[in-house]
């Protein structure tokens, strides 16, 4: 079994490099001022650098415009592109129209219903993430640290591939893996020691957890 692993919302080159070194297949960064994981394009720049050629480079976004997306694009160069808003299936076909570029487009679940939004997606997103619905104070559609209930994922059809996200971190993500099988975990908040700021002993934990997790598969 083949498991991505993408660490999101990452600032300092510190973090970026323990990442790296510890297998993440995929580094994200943030471009939502109101996150705490929000990083300036042209740091981020700097940081991409590091990553290049050794795992995916994420940009994550929500809800942007070209002029948004042209100017991280420029100054990141991302392998991917994380649309975390309420970009429609049109807005998707868009964006990679324009960019060129392939799109992860996030879901929130939380309950089955919230499934079927993705046929409209099919053959559009070239991998879903599911992730947990916000908490209703939150300003933040993603990043909040919760997560959902994963059985609901058993219903999907066994060709879908996606990343699951909300509220991952060392103590469940054996569990997640173990119930959903997904072919992707994406983790944030769950390897910080406070909003914004990624703990070098939280990651070593979460991929030794993920690493037990697969030898278990
Ligand atoms: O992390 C953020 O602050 C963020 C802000 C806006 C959109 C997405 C964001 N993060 C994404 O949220 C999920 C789950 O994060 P967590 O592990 O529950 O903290 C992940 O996909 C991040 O890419």
């Known amino acids: 079994m083949q498991l991505d692993v993408k660490i999101c919302g990452l600032k ?24 705490p994981r929000h990083i300036e394009p042209v740091d981020a720049g700097r940081l991409a650098d590091r990553v290049r050629g050794k795992a995916k480079i994420v940009s994550v976004s929500v809800d942007a415009d070209n002029d948004e997306l042209d100017e991280i694009i420029d100054l990141i160069r991302p392998d991917m592109l994380q649309l975390h808003g309420k970009e ?13 570029l392939p ?44 997560s959902f209930d994963w059985r609901l994922l058993g219903a ?36 910080e020691s406070s909003p914004g700021v990624k703990d070098l002993k939280l990651m070593d934990e979460f991929f030794a957890a993920v690493r037990r997790a697969m030898q278990a598969a």
Not at 156 to 165: F, G, I, K, P, W
Not at 169 to 186: L, R
Request: hydrophobic content about 45%; cysteine-free.
């Open 12 to 35: 300092t080159e510190q973090a970026v490099d323990h990442a790296l070194s510890l297998g993440a297949t995929h580094v994200g960064f943030i471009f939502f001022a109101k996150s």
């Open 88 to 100: 429609s299936p049109d807005r998707v076909l868009n964006v990679k129209a324009v960019t060129g």
């Open 103 to 146: 799109v992860i487009k996030a879901f929130s679940i939380s309950e089955a219903n919230d499934l079927k939004r993705i046929e409209a997606y099919d053959g559009i997103a070239d991998r879903l993430l599911f992730d947990a619905k916000a908490p209703k104070n939150s300003e933040l559609p993603g990043g909040n640290g919760v």
């Open 156 to 191: 999907l059809d066994a060709h879908v591939d996606y990343m699951l996200s909300g509220g991952l971190n060392k103590d469940n993500v054996g569990e997640a893996i173990a119930i959903a099988h997904p072919g992707g975990i994406d983790v944030s908040s769950g390897v």
